[in-house]
């Protein structure tokens, strides 16, 4: 199995042609060299990556990074995953992406929100799932102040990636959320909703 390295040196290699190339590949679920769910996690970021914006790829948290003055048995435990943070136009977005075929239900939501606990409370969420959001999911998030966690959808993310606008897209998500308190607004002009 490839390491998170080998993951990441792989999809630096990756400009515009082939992310596009490879987000096909992730929607035909064909992605025999990459572990399940991966090839999301690092194509999202990398798809920000191509913007300027910067990033931080797939990590964990261990025990040991979250406090050094306790003893514990086992200070390498993971107690967190984290699938990337993005920082960009002034935002700092810690990045959920789940490639799963049914539409999310509010499991991640509340998983991003006790992530967000934990952090600057300037830090938003940003959860990616290919499949969609259910209602519980989508009313969830709108009620998590204040932690504020926005959601896209696989044709928002195809949408922003052909038209290289996912900071752009980032920005007015960010923005209808603060105006209207909507963390789902599709950001896609009227005619590309229907297509």
Not at 168 to 175: A, D, E, M, P, W
């Amino acid at each position: 199995m490839p390491s998170a390295a080998d993951y990441q040196a792989r999809i630096e290699t990756y400009e515009r042609p082939e992310l596009l190339q490879f987000w096909q590949s992730i929607q035909d679920r064909d992605t025999p060299d990459w572990a399940p769910g991966k090839a999301f996690e690092y194509f999202i970021l990398r798809a920000f990556q191509l913007e300027g914006a910067d990033i931080t790829y797939p990590y964990g948290v261990q025990l040991s990074d979250m406090t050094s003055q306790y003893a514990f048995t086992d200070e390498n435990q993971t107690v967190e995953q984290i699938d990337g943070v993005v920082y960009c136009d002034g935002l700092t977005c810690l990045i959920e992406a789940k490639d799963q075929t049914e539409p999310l239900n509010v499991e991640p939501i509340a998983k991003m929100r006790n992530q967000l606990l934990r952090r600057h409370a300037s830090t938003i969420g940003v959860v990616f799932s290919r499949s969609g959001f259910t209602p519980p999911a989508s009313i969830l998030a709108q009620y998590l102040s204040p932690q504020m966690i926005l959601l896209w959808n696989g044709s928002e993310i195809t949408y922003a990636l052909e038209k290289s606008c996912m900071r752009q897209s980032l920005i007015r998500k960010y923005r209808v959320c603060i105006e209207k308190g909507k963390p789902d607004y599709d950001p896609r002009p009227e005619e590309a909703k229907t297509l």
